[in-house]
């Protein structure tokens, strides 16, 4: 199938949206490099597939099927620049070796079952409930064996620690169930084991899965989805509603940022949830959007806020708390910076001399709360910035 020839049931099927890998729904590294080959070649589908994706075997509603690329199409190279941390015996800095390695994509599109694939990446990729992504295709092909040897048919997996914050005693696993272990890196480089269990091995899979495609609740004020602890009360309050909106604001910010443009409708009662603060027993009263008169301007002020990328630390890409993201938003705009990530003086400690501070900068200084103040460099104040960056956060550069 030759690009930009598009079946019928794939016009209106995940071309739209962000570019994403079709089995995994994560980012492709070159995602702006994808945009412009789609452009060029008039592709329509915004799925992509690696070079080593070929010949994955995937569930399909009339069986299985192999991912094959038509064998007349080329795909599209490009190369993704990689550091590895090198050791130095004479001295305990860190010292990094840079290298390229070579990047194959190829556009759903170019595959032979492109509707099949489509249809695996809409409906039946394993995902864990806790996060939008979907596991690694090696995660994946575990995950569908145990599935196969226990009839397991959910595509949504989960920790029983996980399922224990969502609903508590509510929802358990089976007693005899059988769970699957896989290996994860955390942010330190150690691998840590987890044991999965699907949905169809608890006492109320519906209610997972009907969450779980809903996606999580998500709190206006800080773009950010709520805790574990407060899902399942704000789920159950919009059931009981029968309201469709993921998102939230709270009485406060609704006052103070619309300041009666939008207001909650006088027939709603919202929810009190009673948060994590110095103070004990402050309770904040929340509004589900659909509960929201003129919830256009909420939900165009939401886009608007969370378009701005959030201030993330350059070793981990962990993001900072709203507090601190706010701080350095405020000291990026000042100075030009364009950069999201930045390094602390910990990290100027560990990394340096690697990493290669502009001349007479001096950071800037950040209240990090308990009487302590931090100095933080943006990776714009550092020459060789972008070139350092750890393998667990390498994903989240060109974003």
């Excluded at 595959?111 to 979907?134: F, L, V, W």
């Excluded at 709203?322 to 400690?349: C, G, P, T």
């Amino acid at each position: 199938m030759q690009p930009g020839r598009v079946p019928v049931s794939l016009r209106n099927a995940s071309n739209s949206g962000p570019e994403v890998h079709a089995l995994t729904d994560w980012y492709p590294y070159e995602k702006k490099f994808l945009e412009k080959m789609k452009r060029m070649r008039g592709i329509k589908s915004n799925l992509w597939l690696g070079e080593k994706d070929i010949g994955f075997v995937f569930p399909t509603s009339s069986g299985w099927e192999k991912i094959r690329i038509n064998p007349k199409e080329r795909g599209f190279s490009t190369t993704k620049p990689n550091m590895d941390e090198c050791a130095d015996e004479n001295s305990k800095k860190s010292l990094f070796r840079r290298y390229f390695t070579s990047l194959k994509y190829y556009s759903v599109e170019q595959a032979e079952n492109a509707e099949a694939i489509t249809e695996y990446h809409q409906e039946r990729i394993p995902k864990c409930i806790s996060r939008r992504i979907g596991f690694d295709t090696g995660v994946q092909e575990k995950l569908h064996a145990h599935g196969r040897k226990h009839d397991l048919h959910s595509q949504f997996w989960f920790t029983k620690k996980t399922l224990a914050k969502l609903y508590g005693d509510r929802v358990g696993v089976s007693q005899h169930a059988e769970g699957v272990s896989i290996s994860a890196d955390s942010f330190n480089g150690e691998s840590q084991i987890h044991v999965l269990y699907n949905a169809d091995q608890t006492n109320d899979a519906n209610l997972i899965q009907n969450r779980a495609r809903k996606g999580h609740m998500t709190n206006y004020h800080t773009c950010a989805k709520f805790h574990f602890e407060y899902q399942d009360a704000l789920h159950t309050y919009a059931e009981k509603n029968n309201l469709s909106g993921t998102l939230w604001v709270d009485s406060n910010t609704l006052e103070r940022d619309f300041n009666g443009v939008s207001h909650a409708d006088p027939s709603a009662t919202g929810i009190e949830l009673e948060l994590h603060r110095s103070e004990v027993g402050v309770y904040v009263r929340y509004y589900n959007i659909d509960e929201i008169c003129n919830k256009e301007a909420v939900s165009q002020s939401f886009a608007e806020k969370n378009a701005i990328p959030r201030q993330r630390n350059f070793r981990t890409g962990v993001a900072y708390t709203y507090r601190i993201q706010r701080l350095l938003h405020d000291a990026a705009r000042k100075r030009n910076f364009r950069s999201a990530y930045w390094v602390d003086v910990e990290d100027m400690r560990s990394f340096h001399p690697a990493l290669e501070l502009t001349e007479h900068d001096d950071g800037v200084l950040i209240d990090v709360g308990t009487g302590k103040r931090n100095r933080m460099y943006n990776l714009d104040q550092i020459t060789n910035g972008k070139l350092i960056v750890t393998s667990h956060n390498r994903q989240s550069w060109m974003k």
